[in-house]
């Protein structure tokens, strides 16, 4: 009898993959399932992903060799004319149950049975279509991967009864619906976050295409799986969004958060998993950043290093903010390590040569490295879910500086909830974000000269009785992570209930 075979996909985002990853490695290390990790072929992208699931299977010694029987990865052709018909003959190939090369151990071409399930994350409702459209009505159930936070996904996709703005991006046009949508000054209640403005969403101007396709991807899918987790979502908004996905059909939700490379109850990243890391990392930007954080320790001390990443995708729109930042880190000798591997990343002029006794400027860091080093104390992060995550998994607290789509929700929740970090307001900008912030109740000017005030007293608090304060939150929090995927934890349970649910369906 052959195992069920289960498709996993997600936007080419690495952030998204990351994760993805750890999920495909606990689904077959778990149950006899066979999975198959359907991606665009973009140059070196197949390599990486291949290399992180070795990374994460590290983890599951007594299994590693049964595990990497039943993984595949299916590379789709990139056809920039027609993005979905590449992927439409790629799905019509795993229909004839054509083989797979077995990338992980020899490279043999191996038979896989039909799918029985797909899982993609909530920007592949185009593919969600054409499964669909080739099944004649016996298409394979799909979920949909939602890996961010629960009050940002609430909030783009929910009902309006929950504080969301799903019900009219799924109605609407988009014209239509960016007026319908549009903010006015009225209190939102998520469930587990204070009352916000709607205004407070957008920090800067940007559009809600992403948004729309989230939503109705949300509606249409057979189910919901989240990286979320009670330690840092709250049951509150969790049982929320199960309760709101259930209202249709009675769609499952399961929330199997943290999806991190750790051992069942561990808090640290194991040796090899971090030796791993280090060997992917393009142009020697590991060993420079090691080094860096070895000679900070030496001569800063534990938890001295402020660690700067704003994730894969996004930058600040100014380089005076950036140039403010890097002023404030300086006037307080403030040791800091800043990655800029965004397309839209800038540096200001010179930059590098005028902080290089303090700072470190590398493209690619090797974050789960950095972020599990003695020296790093705290992470100046956009908020996105990946970093996020393994900052509090090391119980490092962040410093927000929210730019869209989920990030402000999830910066105030980790800010005015948790208490695992500091929210920065003078980085917000536009028609939108320079209005009044609710919790606060503080206007931002959006000048540089406020942020250089804010960013002062952000980094003295940091290193006095407010900033310990938020670093016990922040190992309260990694300490509540750890324990959910021992034997009887939420996560652990969740992901049992999960696999044996969609097993006998």
Not at 260 to 283: H, W, Y
Request: aromatic letters at 8%.
């Amino acid at each position: 009898m052959s195992h069920p075979h289960w498709v996993l996909s997600c936007k080419p985002g690495w952030s998204h993959f990351r994760t993805l990853c750890v999920l495909a490695v606990r689904i077959v290390s778990f149950r006899p399932i066979t999975v198959t990790i359907v991606i665009s072929n973009r140059p070196g992208l197949v390599d990486q992903v291949t290399a992180e699931l070795r990374r994460c299977l590290h983890e599951q010694i007594d299994q590693e060799a049964s595990c990497i029987e039943r993984i595949s990865i299916l590379a789709v052709p990139i056809d920039q004319s027609d993005p979905d018909g590449a992927f439409s003959s790629a799905w019509q190939a795993l229909r004839d149950e054509v083989p797979i090369a077995r990338r992980l151990k020899d490279n043999l071409l191996v038979a896989v049975p039909l799918p029985s399930l797909v899982i993609l994350d909530g920007f592949q409702l185009s593919w969600m279509r054409i499964i669909r459209a080739q099944g004649d009505g016996k298409a394979p159930p799909i979920l949909q991967w939602m890996m961010g936070f629960s009050a940002g996904f609430v909030r783009m996709c929910g009902p309006a009864d929950l504080g969301g703005r799903g019900d009219a991006l799924r109605s609407l046009e988009l014209r239509d619906c960016l007026e319908a949508t549009k903010p006015c000054g009225r209190l939102v209640h998520i469930p587990g976050l204070p009352p916000m403005y709607d205004w407070e969403f957008f920090p800067w101007d940007h559009g809600a295409k992403s948004e729309i396709i989230l939503a109705a991807e949300a509606q249409e899918a057979d189910g919901l799986l989240t990286n979320s987790s009670i330690a840092y979502d709250g049951k509150e908004c969790l049982d929320g969004i199960s309760e709101w996905v259930a209202r249709r059909g009675d769609r499952k939700t399961f929330h199997l958060g943290p999806m991190m490379p750790f051992r069942p109850g561990a808090t640290r990243f194991s040796q090899s998993v971090i030796d791993a890391e280090l060997s992917s990392m393009p142009n020697g930007d590991s060993a420079k950043s090691l080094q860096f954080l070895d000679q900070v320790l030496e001569n800063y001390g534990p938890r001295s290093l402020v660690y700067i990443s704003f994730g894969t995708e996004q930058w600040p729109e100014s380089l005076d903010q950036i140039q403010a930042l890097l002023n404030t880190l300086a006037q307080r000798r403030i040791p800091f390590l800043l990655t800029y591997v965004s397309p839209a990343a800038q540096l200001p002029a010179g930059a590098q040569a005028q902080f290089s006794d303090l700072g470190l400027f590398v493209r690619y860091g090797p974050q789960q490295a950095i972020l599990g080093h003695q020296a790093t104390g705290w992470f100046l992060t956009h908020g996105g879910m990946n970093g996020t995550m393994e900052a509090l998994s090391q119980g490092v607290p962040l410093i927000g500086w929210p730019f869209s789509v989920d990030q402000p929700v999830n910066i105030a929740r980790l800010t005015r909830v948790l208490d695992v970090g500091f929210e920065l307001m003078e980085v917000r900008s536009g028609v939108n974000g320079l209005q009044p912030v609710h919790f606060r109740n503080h206007k931002p000017s959006g000048t540089t000269a406020a942020l250089e005030k804010e960013l002062a007293e952000v980094f003295d608090a940091m290193v006095g009785e407010e900033g310990n304060k938020r670093r016990a939150n922040a190992e309260r929090v990694r300490d509540d992570m750890a324990r959910s995927w021992l034997e009887g934890g939420s996560a652990r349970n969740e992901f049992e209930n999960f696999l044996d649910f969609w097993m006998k369906a």
